[in-house]
T-cell receptor, first 115, second 113 residues
Framework: KAGVTQTPRYLIKTRGQQVTLSCSPI?????VSWYQQTPGQGLQFLFE???????NKGNFPGRFSGRQFSNSRSEMNVSTLELGDSALYLC??????????????FGPGTRLLVL | AQSVTQLDSQVPVFEEAPVELRCNYS??????LFWYVQYPNQGLQLLLK??????LVKGINGFEAEFNKSQTSFHLRKPSVHISDTAEYFC???????????FGTGTKLQVIP
């Protein structure tokens, strides 16, 4: 099975711009979660989607948004970029069903640099 | 609410020596516990997980962890480390139901030749 893929792998943007990151989960996985990783804050949960519905949301401003498509692929969008948004954005998919006994599989991440 | 504390931000250890990376959690309900490893410029890879059953969990690359409910700990151990184990290790917890996963701040393991 192919793993979780994220595109693009690297991005450079300037303040005020917006960006869209994409994540393709492992085939058959319906849950996709997004995390922001920075040296100062560590791994912080952004949101989780399951069957096209946002199931959980972290404590991020409304500039951060996401969605999930019927094929389970997910996108996250950051509008009005700030310097502090520079980070590694990680996507994880899982085969979460009716129980919580699932494992998250992570993609390689998208490294975003905001200048 | 759930939380995870990794007590050591960095752990240096000589090659072939044993290592323990500490993790404590807090939660008002039963939890599922995970250890992940992150190599430079890569995503996270699952090392092992505790869902239920035996409190001693064996994972990949010779790592194991023991779930201690009374001490709310889930420490990661390896009896003999290799240079290739140099990486950052994250402990994570998920409470029951459909709660989000909470990660610790990570422990950088540096294996010294």
């Amino acid at each position: 099975k192919a793993g979780v893929t994220q595109t693009p792998r690297y991005l450079i943007k300037t303040r005020g711009q917006q960006v869209t990151l994409s994540c393709s989960p492992i085939s058959g996985h319906r849950s996709v979660s997004w995390y922001q990783q920075t040296p100062g804050q560590g791994l912080q949960f952004l949101f989780e989607y399951f069957s096209e519905t946002q199931r959980n949301k972290g404590n991020f401003p409304g500039r951060f948004s996401g969605r999930q498509f019927s094929n389970s692929r997910s996108e996250m969008n950051v509008s009005t970029l700030e310097l502090g948004d520079s980070a590694l954005y990680l996507c994880a998919s899982s085969n979460r069903g009716e129980t919580s006994q699932e494992t998250q599989y992570f993609g390689p991440g998208t490294r975003l640099l905001v200048l | 609410a759930q939380s995870v504390t990794q007590l050591d931000s960095q752990v240096p250890v000589f090659e072939e020596a044993p290592v323990e990376l500490r993790c404590n959690y807090s939660s008002s309900v039963s939890v599922y516990l995970f250890w992940y490893v992150q190599y430079p410029n890569q995503g996270l890879q699952l090392l092992l997980k505790y869902l239920s059953g035996s409190t001693l969990v064996k994972g990949i690359n010779g790592f194991e962890a023991e779930f201690n409910k009374s001490q709310t700990s889930f420490h990661l151990r390896k009896p003999s480390v290799h240079i290739s184990d140099t990486a950052e290790y994250f402990c994570a917890v998920r409470a029951g139901g459909y709660q989000k996963v909470t990660f610790g701040t990570g422990t950088k393991l540096q294996v010294i030749p």
